[in-house]
């Protein structure tokens, strides 16, 4: 069975299980979270330690991809997804690693996602000139 198979059937298994977001909503927070690994500095992508992402990290990445790739209706698109948080992100990494989907570090928590309550729909709205950098509090 493929990774992208077996990914899928954990995907319906949370929404079977109850979850609201929509499945492009997982697919799209780990293609994020991937992008956002990309795009950090070498000397960091060389060290496992360093490449782990904060929730304020991926929420940045999650938020700067959603303005690329959707422009002016990434809010729009998130409210369809019923991603309407950072808590929401937060709430869509968790599930995948309780289904074995992606890894997280003792430390890391739910609160993760909710330090400084960024509007998120908010920030999909904004000028995509003004996305806060990566690395820097959402």
Do not use: K, N
Not at 17 to 39: I, K, N, Q, W
Not at 94 to 100: I, P, Q, S, W
């Amino acid at each position: 069975m493929s990774q992208e198979t077996m990914f899928r059937d954990a995907v319906d298994a949370l929404r079977a299980r109850g979850s609201r977001f929509a499945r492009e909503a997982y697919v799209f927070v780990v293609a994020a979270l991937g992008e956002t690994v990309r795009a950090l500095p070498p000397e960091r992508l060389g060290d496992p330690e360093r490449r782990h992402l904060s929730g304020q990290e991926l929420t940045a990445g999650v938020i700067r991809i959603a303005r690329e790739e959707f422009g002016s209706l990434a809010a729009m698109v998130f409210r369809e997804w019923q991603v309407r948080s950072t808590e929401d992100i937060g709430a869509i990494v968790f599930e995948l690693v309780e289904a074995g989907q992606l890894s997280a570090r003792s430390e890391d928590t739910m609160a993760d996602f909710s330090a400084g309550l960024l509007d998120l729909l908010g920030a999909l709205s904004e000028p995509i000139d003004s996305a806060p950098p990566l690395g820097q509090d959402a």
